[in-house]
């Protein structure tokens, strides 16, 4: 990947760099590449700024991640939930894009979210269409048999999958 050997000839010019104060630097520069090319939603500045800063007053608590989904304010509860479970923003937008259940249950079990929590998520990304409320017994036990390591071992393999490059991940 280009950027992984960007990254490894400016860490060898600067030595003395802290590589988790580039790495911080290189997602700037890559987030706002991002909002002018499309790949992220235009208000995700904004909505980054501001998870941040209520995230440095304190936890995000549950009922506010839901809140930001039912309230429509969708790039922030992607921007939480990311944080929240330690994964890129793109792969939470593409679970909640593509409606991926099983792939939302590793994330709220991953970031140790309750399972009403993730029922909650469940329910308000399928809607009514998808009759979610009729199929939440089943969803609770999909979330309920994941076990917690599983969920971080998935975790860890899909950011490791993001930093080779493989963005299928």
Not at 100 to 127: H, Q, S, W, Y
Not at 138 to 143: I, S, T
Request: charge should be neutral; hydrophobic fraction near 50%.
């Amino acid at each position: 990947m280009v950027e992984a050997r960007l990254r490894d000839r400016i860490l060898e010019r600067n030595a003395a760099l802290d590589p988790a104060e580039l790495d911080a630097a290189l997602a700037i520069g890559r987030n706002r590449i991002a909002s002018r090319d499309g790949a992220l939603p235009a208000d995700y500045a904004i909505s980054d700024a501001a998870v941040r800063a209520m995230r440095a007053r304190g936890p995000i608590e549950p009922p506010t991640l839901a809140a930001f989904l039912r309230n429509g304010e969708t790039t922030k509860f992607l921007v939480a939930l990311a944080l929240a479970a330690d994964i890129d923003f793109h792969s939470a937008q593409r679970i909640l894009d593509k409606r991926e259940l099983d792939a939302l249950a590793i994330v709220c079990k991953a970031a140790n979210f309750d399972r009403a929590l993730f029922l909650t998520f469940a329910i308000l990304i399928l809607g009514r269409e998808a009759d979610a409320m009729g199929h939440a017994r089943e969803y609770g036990q999909l979330y309920t048999d994941l076990p917690q390591d599983v969920a971080g071992r998935t975790i860890r393999f899909w950011r490791m999958r993001r930093q080779t490059g493989d963005v299928a991940a």
